[in-house]
């Protein structure tokens, strides 16, 4: 997959099939929508191709700085790559953009910097300054341009917002079960293993601290979790705190995997997470013999959902 991080660095080669979204979360409906682009592009000899966009929109015209996004850029890069999409192009997305007008938009960049043949969007996608532009404006353009447009059913539009919703709303619980249901893939949580206090490894259980730099990222609930995670090559499963540790009176927010079986160093290494099962609720335990006396059932109950 070719990943360009604007439009205009993107040199077209060939004509493109292409579809237009945030598809934060690439999850099962965002899955049904990308398959049928990339089965319209190898129908008509044409490569597949998302336009995504980074800062968020929301960000910039509603400065909504709270939005909390279930994919870093990396992992929604990854996602994409594994369904065999051709093309990403993930454009910044300023005040300026914002501005331009549905003509600018579809002409200069949809058609003569992408070289789009075929557009599959939503029913309701709204584009051009003041989101003035819709479908139908689309087809009148794609009549004059000589590109055709593919509606994306009502009921497939509903299914992402649906998902996106539930997934959110389950995440914020905790309930990664039901949140990796809907994607389609367990939750993953990216970043670099940092050094901590030492605290697990003076219980006997040494923890890789990870580090998130993508503040946008949705942290689950706070509590402990079972994972996996693929280390130098191999697969290995874990659980995970995330929380304050207030046994300790901690004051800021950590993420803690404990790794079964792996004694490898970690620092400074960039790793993914794999959220599989939620343990329990974080809480105060009165001392350290009994927070570790905890982490011995978390490990047990960890190695019990493994096993299944």
């Known amino acids: 997959m070719i990943t360009v991080h604007s439009i205009s660095e993107y ?15 690439v999850h099962i409906g965002h899955c049904k929508i990308l398959e049928k682009v990339i089965n319209r592009a190898k129908d008509a000899n044409l490569k597949s191709a998302v336009l995504t966009f980074f800062p968020h929109p929301r960000m910039v015209v509603q400065k909504d700085t709270d939005i909390k996004l279930l994919n870093t850029i990396a992992e929604k890069q990854l996602i994409l790559s594994k369904m065999g999409l051709d093309v990403l192009v993930i454009h ?54 000589d590109f055709s447009v593919e ?24 309930d990664v079960t039901t949140a990796n249901i809907y994607l ?37 609930k706070t509590g402990a979790y079972t994972v996996k995670s693929i280390l130098n090559g ?40 794999d959220m599989l099962h939620r343990l329990r609720d974080e809480r105060k335990f009165d001392s350290l013999d009994a927070l570790q006396e905890q982490l011995a059932k978390d490990k047990e109950m960890s190695l019990r959902y493994i096993s299944q």
Request: charged share 25%; net charge positive; proline share 2%.
């Open 92 to 145: 910044p997305f300023t005040t300026a953009f914002s501005r331009l007008t549905a003509t600018e938009f579809v002409r200069d960049l949809l058609v003569n910097k992408l070289k789009s043949k075929k557009i599959i969007i939503g029913y309701d996608h709204r584009f051009g300054r003041n989101r003035t532009a819709n479908i139908n404006d689309l087809v009148a353009f794609g009549n004059i341009l």
């Open 11 to 25: 040199k077209a080669q060939e004509s493109v099939a292409i579809t237009i979204g945030t598809f934060d979360g």
């Open 234 to 273: 191999k697969e290995v499963h874990g659980m995970m705190n995330i929380g304050y540790n207030p046994t300790v009176n901690g004051t800021h927010k950590t993420i803690e995997i404990h790794f079964f079986d792996f004694k490898e160093n970690l620092y400074g290494q960039i790793i993914q997470i």
């Open 184 to 220: 389609g893939y367990e939750y993953m949580l990216t970043g670099s293993v940092k050094k901590g206090k030492g605290l697990g490894r003076k219980l006997n259980y040494p923890t890789a601290n990870l580090s998130i730099e993508e503040t946008y990222k949705l942290i689950p």
């Open 151 to 174: 509606e994306i059913q009502v009921q497939e539009i509903e299914e992402v917002s649906i998902s996106s919703t539930k997934i959110r709303k389950a995440l914020e619980k905790g």
